[in-house]
């Protein structure tokens, strides 16, 4: 009888253990998501688990909410079982604070690697590698000389304009060895520049429209007999036929480094994320939504 009861205090005492090391997977894990993410992934998953989506075209499909699916994903397949919980934050500045603080242990949304101060976070396996999201090279439709350009060497006598923004163009622009780059906070400076060929390029996302243009109303001066006018003029930007350019930049989760549980979690993504990737899932989700238009894959890439 007294054995028994020792085997039993044994067994127990390794359950006990067992479920300590596992609390916090058992119980929730905290992603920090930004609030318009938050919103369309909750109209995208209302009648569909995030975990059965396979098909990733449809109205909510932006790049952020994409991520969000794709980590959910990456989640199920390290084959824990997380309880998650997500908390909406005002900005993707917020959703990162959040994480690096500890009190939410994921991000919903991927950084480009030279925005992350690895101090702060820890930094997934790349989703996406170097070259694998490709943007256009746009113009303004009437600054003909950028549209006969069909290498990096002709893209060269040209100067770019680049947003200072979450992204990998600046740098890109720079290993193309592109010798004017003028960069600026504002997109609609970005379109008044291109219209008063100013400048002569920008790389911009592939729109999914027939043409791939991309439109922006924004206040011109116009002269009116002795006077100058603002009018507004919709801009149309149009990509150079047949190229494209891969970005000089890779895609990453970021991982709150306070808590116990850190490292777990960390090495539970890791292994969710290689398991994704061994069937290409992020590549094929990335150009079903648009992210990475399909409609573009036979155009050189040409850097």
């Not at 044994?10 to 006990?16: M, Y």
């Not at 396996?125 to 990096?152: D, I």
């Not at 150079?240 to 090495?267: A, M, W």
Request: charged content about 30%.
């Amino acid at each position: 009888m007294r054995n028994k009861i020792i085997k039993l205090a044994i067994l127990n005492l390794f359950i006990c253990i067992l479920f300590s090391a596992n609390i916090l997977i058992a119980e929730e894990l905290i992603i920090s998501v930004e609030e318009s993410v938050y919103n369309n992934f909750k109209k995208w998953t209302f009648n569909t688990s995030p975990y059965e989506i396979t098909k990733f075209n449809t109205i909510y499909s932006d790049k952020g909410t994409v991520e969000l699916i794709l980590l959910h994903q990456a989640l199920k397949a390290s084959e824990i079982d997380f309880e998650i919980k997500l908390i909406p934050t005002k900005n993707n500045r917020k959703e990162r604070y959040l994480v690096s603080q500890g009190i939410a242990h994921i991000a919903a949304q991927c950084l480009w690697e030279k925005n992350i101060n690895k101090n702060d976070f820890s930094v997934s396996t790349p989703v996406l590698s170097k070259g694998e999201y490709e943007k256009g090279v746009y113009a303004y439709y009437k600054n003909r000389p950028v549209f006969k350009a069909k290498t990096v060497e002709e893209l060269r006598k040209f100067k770019a304009i680049v947003l200072k923004s979450d992204n990998p163009d600046l740098k890109t622009l720079k290993a193309m060895d592109i010798k004017s780059i003028e960069v600026v906070s504002d997109l609609k400076k970005i379109y008044r520049s291109l219209f008063n060929k100013k400048t002569d390029f920008v790389l911009l996302d592939f729109s999914e429209n027939n043409k791939f243009n991309r439109s922006m109303k924004i206040k011109v001066n116009k002269k009116y007999k002795r006077r100058t006018v603002k009018i507004t003029r919709n801009v149309k930007l149009y990509p150079v036929k047949n190229i494209k350019i891969g970005l000089q930049g890779q895609l990453h989760y970021i991982t709150t480094k306070k808590g116990t549980d850190s490292e777990k979690i960390f090495d539970a993504l890791e292994k969710g994320i290689k398991a994704l990737k061994e069937k290409k899932i992020f590549k094929k989700a990335f150009v079903q939504s648009g992210c990475i238009n399909y409609r573009v894959v036979d155009w050189k890439q040409i850097f």
